[in-house]
Nanobody, 124 residues
Framework: EVQLVESGGGLVQAGESLRLSCAAS????????IGWFRQAPGKEREGVSC????????YYADSVKGRFTISSDNAKNTVYLQMSSLKPEDTAVYYC?????????????????WGQGTQVTVSS
């Protein structure tokens, strides 16, 4: 059974940090891109970052560049999203998703598998 399980969300104050985890199982992790997406109430889902588990290529949305860092621990089949200097506008449900292949589109529907999400709330 394929699973993507997010964890690490919570309530923090502006300027603080959180680390999200996306634990994958049921597929060959090294062959996949893992992407992070977020959706705030009343807003469209936004692609935040992605990483290639095979070669470490990364991408960041302009809104998080310089504040968020994505990394992959292939031995643990887990991708992390280190979020620093958090802002109230980062408040959202954060989801990870996975797509097999050698390229990636930051598009929710492009993925093969999706997680259930973890809530991040940043207070001002």
């Amino acid at each position: 059974e394929v699973q993507l399980v997010e964890s690490g969300g919570g309530l923090v104050q502006a300027g603080e940090s959180l680390r999200l985890s996306c634990a994958a199982s049921g597929f060959t992790f090294d062959d996949y891109f893992i992407g992070w997406f977020r959706q705030a109430p009343g807003k469209e889902r936004e692609g935040v970052s992605c990483i290639s588990s095979s070669d470490g290529r990364t991408y960041y949305a302009d809104s998080v560049k310089g504040r968020f860092t994505i990394s992959s621990d292939n031995a643990k089949n887990t991708v992390y999203l280190q979020m620093s200097s958090l802002k109230p506008e980062d408040t959202a449900v954060y989801y990870c998703a996975a797509k097999e292949g050698s390229y990636y589109h930051m598009d929710w529907d492009f993925n093969d598998y999706w997680g259930q999400g973890t809530q991040v709330t940043v207070s001002s």
